[in-house]
């Protein structure tokens, strides 16, 4: 069936993709022209498998061609903060895999890419630097690296060591990356799904329901979990074709989800936002009760929560027929597609609650904020897409970020590299009462504020400057928290807080300087001890900071 499968699959990118790739650098009278195109549509087919994006969007990423340094394609997903990397091979016979070769070439492409030596790829991908350093340098950017290729076979053992050793390389500090093999049965199977969704037809109970008319017809109320549960069993993600994201895994709303179904289910539809239902055609039976015959459905809003649902159900059914879940339903006609575009797009636009939210409500940052109000400073608590900063505005970002840097303690700049949100976790407890509690004086708050802002300027200018090299920049980059570390050790902190201080006298030193001789310091230490390392995630593992850092102020950088 190889052939025949093969035929499918060609069919399908040809239909695509053809057109929107970019050949130009083939020249049209190459033979292996149509392998090439099939080659780069196989690239950007492999990762719209796994993620919502459409051919449009992804075939501008592709880069295969002379000097890809073995990425043939990648897409960075900012909602969801994946990057995909993909490498494919065209196999005309639809016989075996890629060769060893050819599998390192792309693992190593893959150290480059991650380690932001951009001198090594060609001109298709240098054209989207902004956007990778943007994926790379937020901590929480998962990758998801592919080998997709039209052979049957799976990876020879020698291939798969290869890509293993990369994952452990990685994931040394924590899950940030998974691999994922595309072979022939792969994508036939990943094309037939595409093409083959039937409808899907529910017939269910809403208990305390009521109904809206205008502008559309819609009806809402509680649906029993374990209803929910049944369509994730007889459907599972089909559920959501529609939807802007698909199941996430086991993210940290999704355990809180669960969590509640385990501890009090009845207080499910108090804690959880609900589910949202597009049908085609929304029936009542006659009579009160609220039995609803729903045709053609598609969950728009609420993936997460019928996806734990499904899954927990599994391990407790009789917990999950305890909870009930806020649902509506919205009829949307084909003729209103349109309409239904919208309300998908806006049920998944609406911001989620993040922990720094939770802040707000901590008395010690209230203290702070009034106390800096007096001296006429600005400290913004709240998250605000339109706070511009200056010279007398802060927020909870920079204030976080120099105390975490002021301590001394690895592991809360570390954690600022992998994700700042945890630092918020918990108010009531460390890490965040080692940043935050009744001690922390506005004074030593707002002093360490300004040290750091002029340290990350200072980077930034050196960055810019290339001063030390744009092969050092890398490091700059990824380990700024422990440049900013070394040199708030080597100022007089414990008298931030006094008034009598010096402190114009400290924002005079040269910093600059500073920060060369510590950044010259820290990569003799690196290239010793960790030589091969992937400078991103180097700066993420606890283990290796701590020897990097100990080596630091053992050695002492030139003050």
Not at 32 to 60: H, M, V, Y
Not at 250 to 274: H, R
Not at 425 to 441: H, R
Request: net charge neutral; aromatic share 8%.
């Amino acid at each position: 069936m190889s052939s025949l499968h093969l035929t499918h699959i060609k069919k399908h990118l040809l239909t695509h993709y053809q057109g929107k790739v970019d050949l130009s650098d083939c020249s049209p009278n190459d033979r292996e022209l149509e392998t090439k195109e099939l080659t780069r549509s196989l690239s950007a087919f492999g990762i719209q498998t796994l993620c919502n994006a459409s051919s449009d969007q992804i075939a501008p990423y592709i880069i295969d061609g002379g000097d890809d340094n073995g990425i043939d394609c990648f897409f960075y997903d900012q909602t969801e903060k994946i990057m995909y990397i993909s490498q494919s091979k065209w196999m005309k016979d639809g016989q075996g895999e890629p060769d060893l070769g050819d599998v390192k070439k792309f693992v190593d492409g893959i150290r480059d890419f991650v380690n932001q030596r951009y001198n090594r790829f060609n001109s298709k991908l240098n054209r989207h630097t902004s956007l990778i350093n943007q994926a790379i340098d937020d901590p929480q950017t998962h990758y998801k690296v592919i080998l997709v290729y039209t052979g049957n076979n799976n990876l020879s053992d020698h291939s798969t060591r290869s890509i293993n050793d990369l994952l452990n390389e990685i994931n040394d500090a924590g899950e940030l990356m998974t691999f994922i093999q595309e072979n022939q049965s792969f994508l036939h199977a990943s094309i037939q799904k595409s093409l083959s969704s039937a409808p899907i037809t529910v017939h269910f109970p809403l208990k305390e329901w009521g109904k809206i008319d205008t502008p559309k017809k819609a009806f809402y109320g509680q649906i029993n979990a374990a209803t929910v549960a049944e369509w994730w069993h007889n459907y599972g993600p089909s559920l959501f074709d529609k939807n802007l994201r698909g199941v996430l895994g086991e993210t940290d709303v999704n355990e809180e989800i669960k969590q509640t179904l385990q501890t009090e289910p009845e207080n499910f539809w108090y804690f959880n936002n609900g589910i949202t239902v597009l049908s085609k055609k929304i029936t009542k039976t006659a009579g009160n009760l609220g039995v609803f015959h729903c045709e053609n459905i598609s969950i728009v809003n609420g993936a997460q929560t019928v996806s734990t649902i499904g899954k927990f159900a599994g391990e407790d059914y009789e917990k999950v027929g305890s909870a009930f879940v806020h649902c509506r339903i919205i009829e949307i006609s084909p003729e209103n597609a349109t309409y239904g575009d919208k309300i998908t797009k806006t049920n998944n636009r609406q911001n989620k609650i993040e922990n720094r939210d939770f802040v707000c409500l901590d008395p010690v940052q209230l203290r702070i904020k009034k106390d800096l109000e007096v001296e006429g400073i600005s400290y913004i608590i709240q998250r605000n897409e339109s706070l511009q900063k200056n010279d007398t505005t802060f927020d909870l970002i920079d204030a976080t970020a120099a105390l975490s840097c002021i301590s001394n303690d690895i592991t809360l700049f570390v954690q600022l590299k992998r994700e700042i949100g945890k630092l918020w976790e918990d108010t009531t407890k460390a890490p965040y009462k080692k940043l935050f509690n009744p001690n922390t004086s506005s004074l030593f708050v707002l002093r360490a504020m300004k040290i750091q802002r002029i340290i990350d300027q200072k980077i930034a200018k050196i960055i810019s400057e290339k001063t030390l090299g744009a092969d050092k920049n890398a490091f700059l980059i990824h380990g700024n928290r422990m440049i900013a570390s070394k040199i708030f050790h080597d100022l007089p902190t414990r008298q931030f807080d006094k008034v009598e201080l010096d402190f114009e006298s400290i924002m005079q030193i040269d910093y600059e300087q500073k920060i060369k001789d510590c950044t010259a310091l820290m990569i003799s230490i690196i290239n010793s001890k960790y030589p091969n390392a992937i400078i991103p995630i180097l700066f993420k593992n606890l283990g290796k900071c701590t020897v990097i850092y100990n080596n630091i102020l053992q050695s002492g950088a030139p003050s």
